[in-house]
């Protein structure tokens, strides 16, 4: 009798906790060898079937290590044949209340091979690291292998309209949030301290986003010239929030590149903002992929902070 399809059916990847890109392995399983449908653990951990090590002399010498395991997606949203999945940066100055922003500015990341499942451990098809990319043969230094998120939304808005995108993006949105509450009440809370984050998130051919990881400690090194002006307004826009010289209010919903995305609560858009999606909520103080006139924006905030300060004197 053959044995039901489980739900849990691979492929899998695999990467070490404790590690960056390097230990990451896909792994294809179809194969089950627990009847109430798990999988195998040499599926889970990235070991072999071939593996005769077993007895406990054996595993005192080994060092444990802690793996984490998700289901592979098989059907991500494709750009000239290759796969991307996004950076996009948020900063957290407080867990209790849970305050956090969302930069405007990110990047998608590409594969440098046209997709395919055929070819299941070929890291050059499935991974998008620059650190992976970066080796491959046909890596081109100088055009690098990123978009902007705002071309990237231009795109996806030509071939999809903008409320597709719109939507999307609020899905997007509503990730942030909830994996920042989800580690809510387990984060120690210090207010003398923030947290910058690089989430990692995939989206597939129904323009459904996947989390794909949280980044305690993003990568700032260029890979080109246009990442490392990003990443500089980012540092730069990061300390303006930070307010090391207690030149803000408390009140500001945008400073630079950064929106005020959650205040202990939704923040919502300034007045006269239209609402896309259809859906008829109140939209979000979210931008992402849009417009950055960061220099602008910061040349008026301070302009008006200064006024105020010699009005209150």
Not at 99 to 110: H, K, V
Request: some cysteine; hydrophobic content about 30%.
């Amino acid at each position: 009798m053959s044995r039901p399809k489980s739900k849990l059916q691979g492929p899998w990847i695999v990467k070490r906790k404790r590690a960056r890109t390097e230990s990451t392995n896909p792994v294809q399983d179809y194969s089950y060898e627990h009847s109430d449908g798990r999988p195998a653990p040499q599926a889970r951990m990235g070991g072999s079937e071939r593996d005769p090590k077993s007895s406990d002399d054996q595993k005192d010498e080994i060092p444990v290590e802690n793996y984490v395991a998700q289901r592979y997606i098989e059907n991500p949203y494709l750009i000239g044949g290759r796969k991307f999945d996004l950076r996009v940066y948020v900063l957290v100055m407080s867990y209790i209340p849970l305050r956090a922003w969302l930069y405007r500015d990110g990047f998608a990341r590409f594969s440098n091979t046209r997709f395919t499942l055929n070819s299941i451990d070929d890291q050059y098809v499935h991974l998008t690291n620059v650190a992976v990319q970066k080796t491959s043969p046909d890596y081109h230094p100088k055009k690098g292998c990123k978009w902007m998120l705002q071309r990237f939304r231009q795109y996806l808005a030509s071939k999809h309209g903008p409320e597709a995108v719109e939507v999307l993006f609020r899905d997007m949105d509503n990730i942030f949030v909830k994996s920042l509450q989800s580690v809510q009440k387990v984060i120690i809370s210090d207010k003398h301290c923030f947290e910058l984050y690089g989430y990692d998130i995939l989206i597939d051919q129904d323009l459904k986003p996947w989390l794909l990881e949280v980044n305690a400690s993003p990568s700032l090194t260029a890979s080109s010239q246009e990442d490392y002006e990003l990443k500089t307004r980012l540092l730069q826009d990061t300390l303006h929030v930070v307010d090391m010289e207690a030149r803000l209010t408390g009140r500001e919903k945008r400073v630079g590149g950064f929106d005020l995305m959650w205040n202990d609560g939704p923040v919502s858009r300034e007045e006269g903002a239209t609402d896309l999606s259809g859906i008829g909520n109140s939209v979000t103080n979210t931008h992402l992929g849009c417009v950055n006139d960061r220099k602008k924006q910061l040349r008026q905030l301070f302009r008006s902070l200064q006024a105020q300060k010699k009005a209150s004197s």
